[in-house]
């Protein structure tokens, strides 16, 4: 009997393309019974999963593609694909710049891998497909398989609010909801295969509207949550990335209401200047989104809170920065994801004269960066002596019969335990807070 075919999948950029790369591996072992590697050599296809939201990402991926060709060289029969944002933005330039490609799909095409792969066969040419067949993706999905005790699940797909400086409502299209019985499916699934912790997954997911049956109301991010923390199994949930323009109150009230919310909030704000925000074109002010974290901490003291920023956005002076400053240390974030500006092509800020100096806006990032890691010392810091609830998730990398999970307010555990506790909830005392992460003690 012939061993099955290997797929090997390189995955850059955030947790929607780790999603997105989990969905084509599934898609293409149902088909044709590709089985995953994590070695590049044995593989008889390989895909590219690429993201452009930072950096010069079309570079990184025909350097990338420089390497493969010797991989393609050694036998002519292996199979490269490329897909996701760099794919949908530059569709068959991709095929033309670097022969060796015989897939391009897009993020909402990588369910239809197995036509494009049976065209590619057929036709000995490169296959392309970066359109945008709406929410046609998820039916097309095998039924989810579950890797461990915690799942994504994407709920929407696409963007539309516009940043100024952003390329995914260019790459990933414009926001579309998933139908809420799809969504709860899925889940459900998920739960019977040993899942206890969801993270709704999309790139504005408080923009979430999910028809209902044959009803003409749709369901918001808050009644999802609320249907969600109903399915059996299910104990606790998450939800990224939200945009703060879109937060509502009953999302606020979410955190009182559902206990299963985790107390975690991704909120990303970009910049505590005004005028960087309205350059942004990102439809709230500074005073509005404080009155947003002040709502949802008074809702779940104990929240933690992380966001984006964007430093060295065309313009930015040190007075603008100086307010970006003052707005973490009046919130204090205890963790964030931080960037330096980089131009995208085709977003309107691209076109922005970008006068400040690179070295200044490494500058800012290093300085931005310090007092987030200031904050996160002192709120993992706040956890020793405490008793947490630890979702135990797997072995931890330390070894030695150590276990790790996450608390609630998503912070990684390492504590001696059996793996019999994987997949379960556990008490531990914390006992220590080292440097990116908490140690504890197992008390039940
Ligand atoms: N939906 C989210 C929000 O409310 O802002 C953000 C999703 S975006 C794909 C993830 C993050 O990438 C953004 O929050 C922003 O900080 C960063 N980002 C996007 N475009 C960028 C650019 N041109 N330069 C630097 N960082 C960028
Ligand atoms: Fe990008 Fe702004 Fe949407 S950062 S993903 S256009 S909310």
């Known amino acids: 009997m012939s061993s099955p075919p290997k797929l090997y999948v390189l995955t850059h950029g955030c947790q929607m393309n780790e999603y997105d790369s989990v969905k084509m591996a599934d898609v293409l072992a149902k088909s044709h019974g590709y089985e995953r590697t994590q070695n590049a050599d044995e593989?008889?296809?390989?895909?590219?999963?690429?993201?452009?939201?930072?950096?010069?990402?079309?570079?990184?991926?025909?350097?990338?593609?420089g390497r493969w060709k010797q991989w393609k060289d050694a036998d002519p029969r292996r199979l490269i694909g490329v897909g996701g944002c760099?794919?949908?933005?530059?569709?068959?330039?991709?095929?033309?710049?670097?022969?060796?490609?015989?897939?391009?799909?897009?993020?909402?095409?990588?369910?239809?891998?197995?036509?494009?792969l049976e065209t590619r066969r057929e036709t000995s040419r490169p296959s392309i497909d970066v359109s945008f067949p709406e929410i046609e993706k998820f039916d097309a999905l095998p039924a989810p398989r579950a890797e461990g005790p915690t799942a994504f699940v994407s709920i929407m797909e696409g963007c539309s609010k516009y940043c100024s400086f952003c390329v995914v409502p260019y790459t990933r299209g414009t926001e579309i909801s998933r139908p809420l019985d799809s969504v709860l499916v899925e889940i459900a699934q998920l739960a019977e295969q040993g899942v206890r912790e969801v993270t709704l997954l999309g790139?504005?997911?408080?923009?979430?509207?999910?028809?209902?049956?044959?009803?003409?109301?749709?369901?918001?991010?808050?009644?999802?949550?609320?249907?969600?923390?109903?399915?059996?199994?299910?104990?606790?949930?998450?939800?990224?990335?939200?945009?703060?323009?879109?937060f509502t109150d009953a999302l606020a009230d979410a955190f009182i209401e559902e206990p299963k919310l985790a107390s975690y909030l991704h909120l990303p704000v970009q910049s505590g200047s005004d005028r960087i925000l309205g350059m942004m074109k990102r439809g709230y002010t500074r005073a509005a989104y404080?009155?947003?974290?002040?709502?949802?901490?008074?809702?779940?003291?104990?929240?933690?809170?992380?966001?984006?920023?964007?430093?060295?956005?065309?313009?930015?002076?040190?007075?603008?920065?100086?307010?970006?400053?003052?707005?973490?240390?009046?919130?204090?974030?205890?963790?964030?994801?931080?960037?330096?500006?980089?131009?995208?092509?085709?977003?309107?800020?691209?076109?922005?004269?970008?006068?400040?100096?690179?070295?200044?806006?490494?500058?800012?990032?290093?300085?931005?960066?310090?007092?987030?890691?200031?904050?996160?010392?002192?709120?993992?810091?706040?956890?020793?002596g405490t008793t947490q609830s630890v979702l135990v998730e797997r072995p931890s990398r330390r070894g030695g019969g150590q276990m790790a999970g996450r608390v609630s307010a998503n912070r990684v555990v390492n504590f001696d335990g059996p793996d019999s506790l994987v997949g379960h909830f556990a008490d531990v005392l914390i006992t220590e807070s080292a440097a990116n992460s908490l140690r504890g003690r197992l008390l039940a």
């Not at 760099?86 to 036509?115: C, K, M, N, W, Y």
């Not at 920023?309 to 707005?327: N, S, W």
């Open 86 to 116: 760099v794919a949908s933005q530059e569709g068959e330039a991709i095929a033309r710049r670097a022969p060796i490609v015989d897939l391009v799909f897009g993020p909402q095409t990588l369910h239809r891998l197995p036509a494009l």
């Open 290 to 384: 404080l009155q947003k974290i002040a709502r949802v901490r008074a809702a779940r003291p104990g929240l933690s809170l992380s966001s984006d920023f964007i430093v060295g956005f065309p313009g930015e002076t040190d007075d603008d920065f100086a307010q970006t400053i003052a707005l973490i240390d009046e919130i204090g974030f205890d963790c964030a994801f931080s960037f330096v500006y980089s131009p995208r092509p085709g977003t309107p800020a691209a076109n922005l004269r970008d006068g400040v100096p690179a070295e200044i806006k490494q500058a800012r990032l290093h300085r931005l960066q310090e007092r987030i890691r200031h904050f996160d010392d002192r709120f993992r810091e706040s956890f020793v």
């Open 203 to 246: 790139q504005n997911v408080n923009a979430y509207r999910g028809t209902m049956g044959d009803s003409a109301e749709t369901c918001d991010l808050a009644l999802l949550i609320h249907y969600v923390a109903r399915i059996p199994g299910i104990e606790r949930i998450r939800f990224t990335t939200s945009h703060p323009a879109e």
């Open 43 to 65: 593989a008889d296809l390989l895909l590219l999963n690429t993201c452009s939201v930072r950096e010069k990402a079309q570079e990184k991926v025909f350097s990338e593609l």
